[in-house]
């Protein structure tokens, strides 16, 4: 019986280093400082992005960001701004009180930002079954540029 119980034990995963327990050991957990939050229009980043979109994002953005219990991402109406930086600290953080959970333990900082820049070059595609805008109109149309921060929405 005892050693069942020490047998269980080193089954619990243990975070030695404040990474999730979760966390494969190769990854990089350390979240990309804000001046670094560029996003990427590289075809494989795009492509890795699109992966976990599809894999964990899709029940509630729909399969080409449409939208569905989540908002359309395709559009360039934003609730919580169409910066990059806005998309990842939405993703890492999530939305209180909504089902847009944290995804901080659960997908790298730089899946994160592969996710971002993969949603931000859906704007302006208008799938099929594309959801009404829903929050703010986001004056560089969320574009997918590296460069200029966007001023904030005017009323
Ligand atoms: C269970 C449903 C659900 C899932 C799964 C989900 N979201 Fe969301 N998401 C929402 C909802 C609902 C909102 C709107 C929150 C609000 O009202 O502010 C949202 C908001 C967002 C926003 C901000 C949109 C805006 O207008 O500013 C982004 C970006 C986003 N989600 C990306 C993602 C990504 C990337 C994933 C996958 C890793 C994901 N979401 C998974 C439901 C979901």
């Known amino acids: 019986m005892i050693l069942c119980g020490i047998f269980i034990l080193n089954f619990i995963p243990l975070s030695k280093t404040g990474q999730p327990a979760s966390a494969k050991p190769e990854e990089d957990w350390t979240e990309i400082p804000p001046a670094q939050l560029v996003s990427s229009?590289?075809?494989?980043?795009?492509?890795?992005?699109?992966?976990?979109?599809?894999?964990?994002c899709a029940l509630c953005h729909g399969k080409l960001g449409e939208g569905?219990?989540?908002?359309?991402?395709?559009?360039?109406?934003?609730?919580?701004?169409?910066?990059?930086?806005?998309?990842?600290?939405?993703?890492?953080?999530?939305?209180?009180?909504?089902?847009?959970?944290?995804?901080?333990?659960?997908?790298?900082?730089?899946?994160?930002?592969?996710?971002a820049s993969f949603i931000l070059s859906l704007q302006g595609t208008n799938p099929q079954?594309?959801?009404?805008?829903?929050?703010?109109?986001?004056?560089?149309?969320?574009?997918?540029?590296?460069?200029?921060k966007s001023p904030a929405p005017m009323n």
């Open 68 to 115: 569905g219990a989540g908002p359309n991402l395709t559009d360039n109406y934003w609730k919580h701004g169409g910066d990059v930086s806005n998309l990842y600290n939405v993703i890492t953080k999530g939305v209180a009180t909504t089902s847009m959970t944290p995804w901080e333990t659960s997908v790298t900082p730089k899946e994160r930002l592969q996710l």
């Open 41 to 56: 229009r590289d075809p494989s980043d795009l492509d890795a992005g699109m992966r976990i979109f599809q894999n964990k």
């Open 129 to 148: 079954g594309a959801k009404e805008p829903e929050g703010e109109a986001w004056l560089t149309g969320g574009s997918n540029q590296d460069s200029e």
